[in-house]
């Protein structure tokens, strides 16, 4: 299943997607900085969301062992977000059966480390629209 609303609107690049490990990327179009040229912080926060509930899930839809959602973001922001393209590393710290602590490092195109984040993240339940193969683990 490929991205959908808003995370389509993104257009993401999941470069890396394991159990525990994300890498996830975003150009930055016009639309998604000011008129300085640095991103939006909610873009910014927006990515690394989208990396660290990665992270937590296993992978992205159709890939992810897990069902989550996020309980707990916070984001420190070092540098300005400038450049062509930002790239998120998560990594998961410790996952236990009901929450995964993540954390996640934003690095910009020519290499300024711009953000840093914290995650916690809550197992739960199949819903509608969720891949099938997870229904028999809820």
């Known amino acids: 299943m490929p991205d959908v609303g808003f995370r389509k609107w993104l257009e993401l690049d ?7 490990r994300a890498v996830v990327s975003i150009d930055l179009s016009e ?6 040229g640095v ?5 910014v926060a927006s990515l690394v969301d989208v990396a660290m509930g990665t ?11 897990r069902l989550v959602a996020t ?5 420190n922001y070092l540098a ?11 990594n998961v710290v410790r996952a236990g059966s009901r929450t995964i602590v993540v954390t996640c490092d ?4 020519t290499g300024v480390h711009c953000a840093t984040a914290l995650g ?3 197992t739960r339940r199949f819903s509608p629209g969720d891949p099938e193969r997870l229904k028999e683990r809820d």
Not at 80 to 85: L, N, T, V
């Open 120 to 122: 916690t993240f809550m």
């Open 14 to 20: 999941y470069e890396v997607m394991t159990d525990e």
């Open 31 to 36: 639309h998604k900085v000011n008129v300085r």
């Open 39 to 43: 991103a939006h912080g909610g873009v």
């Open 71 to 75: 309980q707990e973001l916070k984001v």
């Open 55 to 65: 992270a937590a899930g296993g992978g992205n839809y159709d890939t992810r062992k």
């Open 106 to 109: 934003v690095m910009t195109d």
């Open 80 to 90: 300005p977000a400038k450049g062509d393209r930002l790239t998120a590393t998560a």
